[in-house]
Each structure stands twice: as structure tokens, then as C-alpha cells.
């Protein structure tokens, strides 16, 4: 039976042969530039337009559920929807890319690292900056009440593997632009405080 891995590499597979840019982020990006963290679905961020579905929906094939009225509805919207692969069960969520300077900008600043899954195998792919999965984060974690422990945990996790090296002008800036600003001052005074 294949594994989710196989999938998640299928999928890679696809986006790369279709010229349709990606970055892997949420979780994953977290555990590559973090802590690991066992994750149930991945995060594909995806810059492509309606004349993208019919070729992905053909090139998916039979492998995945992959609804092309459900694409296109969330491209109006600007909203997720999910790309399923019925073999392994394997759930990838998948963000159409906001047209804005920040998500260009972490579209432009993905690079190829090793993503380790969920039974170790490891998928080469085009995986978020740190700086961007944190700011992302921050915003997660920001719509969702600022409750969830897990996103904190990753945030956690990402500010003490990467401490020093990251970008701190470079969040500083987009912080302000995300407006999460008193978030991402909270992550690094809680490091000081240690």
C-alpha cells in the first residue's frame, strides 16, 4: 500500500512538472527548521490560477480526490481546500496564494530542504524560510485566539534551534505588516527570559 509519503512526493512530482509554484509550510516547514512534530496533513501554499485545475485534476488522475469545482470556488474566495490521496489516506491541504507583498515575498524567499515525515522518510521539496513560517505562525496562532498551544509549541521550537540566525529586521518588518508585532516580541522575550 503506499505510504502519504509517496503521495506528498507525488504531489511535489506534479507541481513541479506543471510549473505551478509551491512552498510546503505549516507544520512540516516548522519541523525542518525546528522541533519535529508528528503532523496528520501538509501545507502546500500554491501560486496558480483556474487554466492550473484542469491539468492538475488530469495529471492527479484516479490517485487523488481532487475536486476541480471545489479549486476553483476556493481560488474566488481565497480560501484552502484539500487534495486527498486514496491509497494511503493522506490529506494535503492546499492555500491558494494570496496576492500580497508579504506571501509573494515568502513565495521568492522557499527553498529545496529535506522534509522528515511521520515514519522517517524524507521528501526533498520547496519548504517556507524560517522567518516565514514564524510569521506565519504568529498569524495562525493570532486568528485562532491565540489558544493554541501546539502553534506555540512550534514557534518555541523554531526560535530556540534557530535563535541567532534569524532575520530579526527582516520579521521585525513584516510583523508590522502582519500585524503581530506584540506576538513575535512575546516569542523572543520569553527566549531572554530563560
Given at each position: 500500500?503506499p505510504?502519504a509519503?509517496?503521495?506528498?512526493r507525488?504531489l511535489?512530482?506534479?507541481?513541479d ?6 512552498l510546503?509550510?505549516g ?9 519535529y ?9 500554491v ?8 491539468p492538475?485534476?488530469?495529471?492527479l ?48 524567499r ?15 521539496c520547496?519548504v ?5 513560517t514564524?510569521l506565519?505562525?504568529?498569524?495562525w ?14 514557534l518555541r521550537?523554531?526560535?530556540?534551534v534557530r ?13 508590522v505588516y ?11 522575550a ?5
Amino acid at each position: 500500500m503506499p505510504s502519504a509519503a509517496a503521495a506528498f512526493r507525488r504531489l511535489v512530482e506534479v507541481f513541479d512538472r506543471l510549473s505551478v509554484p509551491y512552498l510546503v509550510g505549516g507544520s512540516v516547514a516548522s519541523s525542518v527548521h525546528g522541533i519535529y512534530r508528528s503532523t496528520n496533513d501538509v501545507d502546500f501554499i500554491v501560486q496558480f490560477s483556474e487554466r492550473d485545475i484542469s491539468p492538475l485534476v488530469a495529471e492527479l488522475g484516479s490517485e487523488f480526490y481532487a475536486d476541480p469545482d471545489m479549486m476553483r470556488e476556493a481560488l474566488r474566495h481565497q480560501r484552502s481546500f484539500n487534495l486527498i490521496h486514496y491509497a494511503s489516506s493522506g490529506k494535503f491541504d492546499v492555500f491558494p496564494l494570496p496576492d500580497d507583498p508579504f506571501s509573494r515575498t515568502e513565495l521568492a524567499r522557499g527553498a529545496m530542504e529535506e522534509a522528515t515525515l511521520a515514519g522517517g522518510e524524507i521528501i526533498r521539496c520547496k519548504v517556507a524560510s524560517a522567518e516565514d513560517t514564524i510569521l506565519s505562525k504568529l498569524v495562525w496562532y493570532r486568528a485562532g485566539g491565540e489558544q493554541s498551544e501546539r502553534q506555540w509549541n512550534d514557534l518555541r521550537g523554531l526560535r530556540a534551534v534557530r535563535g541567532s540566525s534569524l532575520d530579526r529586521s527582516y520579521l521585525e518588518k513584516w510583523a508590522v505588516y502582519l500585524q503581530v508585532p506584540d506576538l513575535l516580541e512575546r516569542l523572543f522575550a520569553e527566549q531572554e527570559a530563560l
